[in-house]
């Protein structure tokens, strides 16, 4: 399987001549759904879900399914009748050729003065795990954790302690685009030293084997 790296939240994954997208959210290049068989979305934030984005992939592929929580499938189900299935924690799937296991519920508490919203991670063929905006911890191993590393209701401290408690064998940067170039070796240092595990940051269009 191959990952390729999109702006912020968005990655994209390849195997067998089939892609699945994550997140292709308004952060996102605007054809960061475009050629996508599969679609997942893990809330409805725009910086995760945009519908121009969506409905450009959609359109693109006829075939094309998008797999989402209920807020999101309901603002485009209308408009692509049979493709946008709406998913919950718990739910195991199968989308061309793609394994995927829906874990997580809410939202990561950004105030708490603001209500949470719900929020799921997608955990694909038992390896890749991307868990929104949430510090998820599947119920399964992960091979590969897509790490939120910047957000405004995070800090590096739970961070880090989120990469411990997961395990995972490597840990990819994702949700950075607040990430100043200046911060970046801090978040590095820390979270490479301190997670115990291999972790690394990808630049936007940068692609790796898993």
Not at 140 to 159: D, G, Q, R
Request: glycine residues 10%; charged residues 25%; aromatic residues 6%.
């Amino acid at each position: 399987m191959k990952l390729t790296k999109k702006s912020h939240a968005c990655v994209r994954l390849e195997k067998d001549g089939r892609t699945l997208v994550i997140d292709p959210g308004g952060f996102s290049e605007e054809d960061a759904a475009v050629g996508a068989d599969v679609v997942l979305v893990t809330h409805e934030h725009p910086d995760h879900f945009d519908e121009y984005r969506l409905r450009a992939g959609l359109e693109g592929n006829p075939a094309a399914e998008l797999w989402t929580l209920r807020s999101v499938a309901d603002r485009l189900s209308a408009a692509f009748p049979g493709r946008v299935h709406t998913v919950g924690h718990g739910d195991v799937f199968s989308a061309a050729g793609f394994d995927v296991q829906v874990h997580g519920e809410l939202h990561a508490v950004i105030h708490p003065d603001i209500p949470r919203i719900t929020n799921v991670g997608y955990l694909v063929d038992g390896s890749v795990f991307h868990p929104g905006d949430a510090l998820t911890v599947p119920e399964h191993p992960v091979e590969t954790l897509l790490l939120p590393v910047m957000a405004p209701w995070s800090k590096i401290s739970e961070v880090i302690d989120y990469v411990r408690e997961v395990k995972p064998r490597r840990a990819i940067d994702i949700h950075d685009a607040l990430l100043t170039d200046l911060a970046r070796p801090i978040y590095d240092r820390q979270i490479g030293g301190l997670g115990g595990t291999d972790h690394g940051r990808m630049t936007p269009g940068d692609s790796t084997g898993l």
